[in-house]
């Protein structure tokens, strides 16, 4: 089976920086996926680990530690745009369907 | 721009409707999936197909099927609209192999009265 925990909620300050976490148990794993999704709109793909590691994408990075079942999304120099839910997924198996997190809605204030 | 087009953007049915959800994806994607998504609960997978003809059960198959006669289109049926099945729909496809990075729709809000 699958468990995918992450914070409900979190609030941070503009130009600030910010850790979501994620935790996960799962039966298979072949990778974990971060995406962020504005009010009304698609989940669109943020970034992809699937070693150990930091995996560093302009404002986003991502780390990973499989034995730990456990990843973080950190957003660096925040902007007010940046407010969105951010949604972990952990892929079970190559090719397979995504299980997803709850979500995490992030709410940036100037 | 690669895309994935759900065709209705809102509904709003009647229960015991037949209802029909249409996706489109033009990637030559493998993969095609169906979630839905609520609040407080996120997103869960419904059914996806890895190839036509195939479907495979998600984790909350009931009430819905599917058809998948071509490979760029996956729809979603709702044989009998119930109001439990009021949701925001979202289509997504992945290539089979690699990173299975999944592309989605933008979405389809069904109301059921």
């Known amino acids: 089976g699958q468990n995918i925990d992450q914070p409900t909620e979190m609030t941070a300050t503009e130009g600030a920086i910010v850790q979501i976490n994620c935790t996960y148990q799962?039966?298979?794993?072949?990778?974990l996926f971060w995406y962020q999704q504005h009010a009304g709109e698609a989940p669109t793909f943020l970034s992809y680990n699937v070693l150990d590691g930091l995996e560093e994408k302009g404002r986003f990075s991502s780390f990973l530690s499989r034995s730990k079942g456990y990843s973080y999304l950190l957003l660096k120099e925040l902007q007010m745009k940046d407010s969105a839910s951010y949604l972990c997924?952990?892929?079970?198996?190559?090719?397979?369907?995504?299980?997803f997190g709850k979500g995490t809605s992030l709410l940036v204030t100037p | 721009d690669v895309k994935v087009t759900q065709s209705s953007r809102y509904l709003v049915k009647r229960t015991g409707e037949k209802v029909f959800l249409e996706c489109v994806q033009d990637?030559?994607?493998?993969?095609m999936f169906w979630y839905r998504q609520d609040p407080g609960l996120g997103l869960r997978l419904i059914y996806f197909s890895y190839d036509v003809k195939m479907k495979e059960k998600g984790d909350i198959p009931e009430g819905y099927s599917v058809s998948r006669e071509k490979k760029e289109r996956f729809s979603l049926i709702l044989e009998s609209a119930s109001t439990n099945q009021t949701s925001m729909y979202l289509c997504?496809?992945?290539?089979?192999?690699?990173?299975?990075?999944?592309?989605f729709g933008a979405g389809s809000r069904l109301t059921v009265l």
């Open positions: 799962t039966s298979g794993f072949n990778g």
């Open positions: 990637m030559d994607h493998e993969n």
């Open positions: 997924a952990v892929s079970p198996y190559s090719g397979y369907a995504l299980n």
């Open positions: 997504a496809s992945s290539f089979s192999s690699g990173a299975n990075v999944l592309t």
